[in-house]
């Protein structure tokens, strides 16, 4: 009975969480077809009656027939009056693209992410439909290997490249965004954070040394696998009690 307890009030934590993104501020992108393109456009709505001071990462993740990832990524801080809707990126694939290609839309307030959004092109949509059960985010959003970035130096970048590169080929495939972060410390010193959410897997500080970021590298790798298993357990554990 008490495990039941325990299982009961996990899934009602997790749904809790989950009504947080797209409630207040709605995620979303759109798509125009043009003649041999597709225009793909990024948006967000203010639901609130308040104003609102927000940034948003707007990601466009490839995949080539070799399985070789690659990302381009923009972002900006902007602001919303009361019930605003405003576009804020677009850009253009062409419909002749037979990569498979994956658009995000984050929208964050105060580092925690408050709106989302995903569209995929050419996905293999039958092993998707296989997965989506176990692997799908509780809000019905798909976000499987997915990792964002904000950094503010050299290091840094070169942590997030290391990081991605290995996230990639480590195929761990989480359905939580991970993100890498860098905030100021004491004097020119940096701290880089591993996060999950809001959960911080890996900090360390920053150093303009390969080796260094290299094996932290290794370490953060490590722990994000064993959350994204820990979590699976969890879930499991959750439906089987």
């Known amino acids: 009975m008490k495990l039941r307890l325990i299982a009961f009030f996990l899934f009602v934590f997790q749904v809790s969480q989950a009504q947080f993104t797209n409630t207040d501020v709605v995620a979303k992108i759109k798509i125009e077809k043009l003649d041999e393109s597709i225009s793909v456009i990024a948006t967000a709505t203010n639901t609130t009656e308040v104003y609102k001071s927000l940034k948003y990462t707007f990601s466009v993740f490839r995949t080539d027939s070799n399985n070789n990832v690659s990302k381009s990524n923009q972002e900006a801080r902007f602001t919303m009056e009361a019930n605003e809707s405003k576009e804020l990126s677009r850009g253009a ?15 964050y307030e105060e580092d925690k992410i408050v709106g989302k959004d995903r569209m ?19 809000d019905g959003i798909e976000l499987k290997g997915i990792v964002t970035e904000e950094t503010k130096t050299k290091p840094g970048k070169d942590f997030y490249d290391f990081f991605y590169t290995s996230y990639s080929l480590s195929q761990i495939n989480g359905n939580k965004v991970v993100g890498v972060y860098e905030k100021l410390s004491f004097g020119r010193s940096t701290i880089i954070q591993v996060k999950i959410e809001d959960v911080v897997i890996h900090e360390f500080l920053g150093k303009p040394d390969l080796e260094y970021l290299e094996q932290m590298t290794k370490i953060a790798i490590r722990k994000v696998y064993k959350y994204f298993k820990d979590l699976k357990k969890q879930k499991n554990d959750i439906f089987q009690y």
């Open 93 to 107: 694939i062409s419909i002749l693209d037979r990569d498979k290609i994956i658009v995000l839309l984050l929208i």
């Open 120 to 138: 995929a092109f050419n996905e293999d949509t039958s092993k998707e439909s296989e997965e989506s059960e176990d692997d799908s985010s509780d």
